[in-house]
């Protein structure tokens, strides 16, 4: 097979890298009878997706290691808190993923190529949301 006449597709190039973070919270907004209205804590994941349609040498979205400042901000600004003392929102996992991409945009983006296309949240094995960056 001759591999040089194997076509080369247009489209986009997307990355992930997950980090996590202790914190507790609780969700005031529920009826005082869920579960959830109570204070606890969660071992969070939290996924960055980034995309690009052209690549930055040697083949790279942006290099895994320039998300460093992410991880920098998660662990000294959220890990082993109480999110309702740190942050200025019902800390829903939707509500998270929204606010922790607001961070990136601000905060990492101008400093790599690639944009930001969404943060997931995970609070559980089983449960997590995720904020679609729009216009980006
Ligand atoms: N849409 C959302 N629903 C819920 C959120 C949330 O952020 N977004 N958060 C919670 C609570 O924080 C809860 O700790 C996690 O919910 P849940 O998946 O119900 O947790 P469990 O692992 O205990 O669920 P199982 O019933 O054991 O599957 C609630 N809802
Ligand atoms: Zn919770």
């Known amino acids: 097979m001759n591999t040089s006449a194997v076509p080369v597709p247009s489209?986009?190039?997307t990355i992930g890298k997950t980090f996590t973070f202790e914190a507790g919270h609780r969700l005031p907004g529920l009826p005082p009878e869920?579960?959830?209205s109570r204070q606890h804590g969660h071992s969070y994941e939290v996924e960055v997706i980034v995309t690009a349609s052209a690549l930055e040498a040697p083949g790279?979205?942006?290099?895994f290691g320039a998300l460093a400042p992410f991880k920098r901000y998660l662990d000294t600004e959220l890990d082993h808190r109480n999110l309702h003392e740190v942050l200025p929102l019902e800390p829903t996992s939707e509500r998270l993923a929204q606010y922790l991409a607001g961070w990136f945009i601000e905060n990492l983006q101008?400093?790599?190529?690639?944009?930001?296309?969404?943060?997931?949240?995970r609070?559980?094995?089983r449960s997590w949301a995720r904020f679609d960056v729009e216009g980006q």
Do not use: M, N
């Open 123 to 125: 609070e559980t094995s």
């Open 11 to 13: 489209g986009t190039f």
């Open 34 to 36: 869920h579960k959830c």
């Open 60 to 63: 790279f979205v942006t290099d």
């Open 110 to 121: 101008p400093t790599i190529p690639g944009r930001l296309a969404a943060v997931r949240v």
